[in-house]
């Protein structure tokens, strides 16, 4: 452009203005004296405007630029470091942070668990556990009554809340193979009937025998007590009694009851033979079926104690008349012991749901209450002899503790050089402690639940 040449030697000594003062185009317009000097004025004071402004975008696009590839390097730096770190040093750094993860949610379980565990829950689950069973009770009654209509609602309800919590109790002490013994069979086969198939005839013949037989009878075998703040024993006296009294309901007290369960119109009586027959096989199914997917199937853990069932159990219990007996038979016939005398048993105890309960309400009432009162005696043992034991044993720690505090003070308090009176004995103590030891207030942790009584005595009498 012409603007860009620079001037002349001569001009700049001929101009008489000096190139102090003025710029080179205008040195240029007054040399010349041109009409188009304006305009090239113009044009280049235009030039001017727009190279400032242009070299102003470019810097500031060079800035952008410069962040954005800072920005890019910073990731290239990083990806090259996580690069860096593959093989053996990626894996370890994942195995720690994996570690880390795992420690965090063991920490946050164990402080769950503690929290779970702690007194005040603990009592406030058993609080609630025993006024939920006492209510049970109370409206279970209530119902019978007055509304009978309504039991097998109330036992199809109440096996809805507290089948699942036992599942998941069980699952979580690894005694969820009891899960599959003849009782929740029965439990589930009874369900069935009440909604699925209420005028089968031969299911309720097999239902009504085995609530009464197997069911029922179970309460003494498995000495099921009534014990309202442990859930779970009131949940195995619900399985092995609300059974029972449900189908006693249903045949004898429960008004117009061919309408709502037509089975009962084809079974006005028990034909004891064919009674038998059909609980049988309904029991021999089930027999097969759990020799199959537990006795077979998970004979490996059950035979390294990882997993527990009626079998081994009742195998362990030395005490036991079962136990016992089947110490005495060879081991590869234990089995098919246990279960040929299950058969016998479930046997047996249905004759009187055969031959008596059926047709007799009176008898159906007396059966129900002798089955009930055993477990009202079992509770009352547990309440009393466990309960007992318990505060013997915190009575005995209480003297104890006493004498050596009353040792260690006579000691104490005996001169230099003088022999120390003779301290009272135990024996001696406990004689004369008894106003402290009822002033003194018990030790927290028997102040505490009933859960913190001892497990073995509880699984005992479970």
């Excluded at 006296?237 to 029972?244: E, G, R, S």
């Excluded at 230099?416 to 009822?438: F, H």
């Amino acid at each position: 452009m012409a603007s860009s040449r620079p001037p002349s030697p001569t001009s700049r000594t001929e101009s008489p203005f000096g190139l102090g003062y003025f710029s080179v185009p205008f040195e240029r317009f007054a040399r010349e004296e041109s009409d188009w000097a304006g305009a090239f004025t113009l044009l280049d004071t235009m030039e001017t405007f727009f190279d400032s402004h242009i070299d102003l975008f470019q810097r500031t696009l060079q800035k952008q630029l410069q962040k954005h590839s800072d920005r890019l390097k910073l990731k290239a730096e990083e990806a090259l470091k996580l690069r860096e770190l593959s093989g053996d040093a990626l894996v370890e750094n994942m195995e720690r942070e994996v570690k880390n993860f795992k420690l965090k949610v063991s920490t946050r379980m164990t402080v769950l668990a503690a929290s779970w565990q702690s007194a005040k829950v603990v009592r406030t689950r058993e609080k609630l556990s025993f006024f939920f069973g006492v209510m049970t009770l109370l409206f279970s009654a209530l119902m019978f009554g007055t509304d009978p209509q309504w039991i097998h609602v109330a036992y199809t309800v109440l096996g809805l809340y507290l089948l699942p919590l036992r599942a998941y109790t069980y699952k979580k002490r690894a005694w969820h193979y009891f899960l599959f013994d003849l009782c929740y069979y029965v439990t589930i086969l009874n369900f069935i009937f009440l909604w699925v198939f209420p005028s089968s005839p031969t299911l309720f013949i097999a239902c009504y025998c085995l609530s009464h037989g197997s069911l029922a009878s179970a309460v003494i075998t498995w000495r099921n007590s009534l014990v309202f703040h442990d859930s779970d024993k009131v949940t195995s006296l619900f399985v092995h009694i609300y059974a029972p009294f449900t189908f006693t309901t249903i045949r004898h007290f429960y008004p117009d009851a061919e309408t709502r369960f037509p089975a009962l119109r084809e079974v006005p009586h028990l034909n004891p033979g064919k009674a038998l027959l059909l609980s049988g096989v309904i029991y021999v199914i089930w027999q097969t079926l759990y020799w199959k997917f537990v006795l077979i199937d998970r004979r490996a853990k059950i035979r390294s104690g990882q997993r527990t069932t009626s079998f081994s159990f009742l195998l362990n219990d030395k005490r036991g008349v079962i136990g016992r007996s089947l110490s005495s038979v060879p081991e590869a016939y234990r089995e098919l012991a246990f279960m040929a005398g299950q058969l016998v048993y479930a046997i047996l105890t249905e004759l009187p749901a055969v031959f008596l309960l059926y047709k007799s309400p009176f008898w159906s009432g007396v059966f129900l209450i002798a089955i009930f009162a055993v477990s009202v005696w079992n509770g009352g043992g547990f309440y009393i002899e466990v309960f007992g034991r318990k505060f013997e044993r915190e009575m005995e720690a209480l003297r104890k503790e006493l004498a050596e505090a009353s040792a260690r003070s006579s000691g104490q308090s005996s001169p230099a050089g003088m022999d120390t009176p003779r301290t009272k004995s135990t024996d001696d103590l406990s004689d004369g402690v008894s106003p402290l030891m009822i002033s003194t207030p018990l030790p927290m942790d028997s102040q505490d639940s009933f859960s913190s009584l001892d497990t073995t005595e509880a699984k005992k009498d479970q």
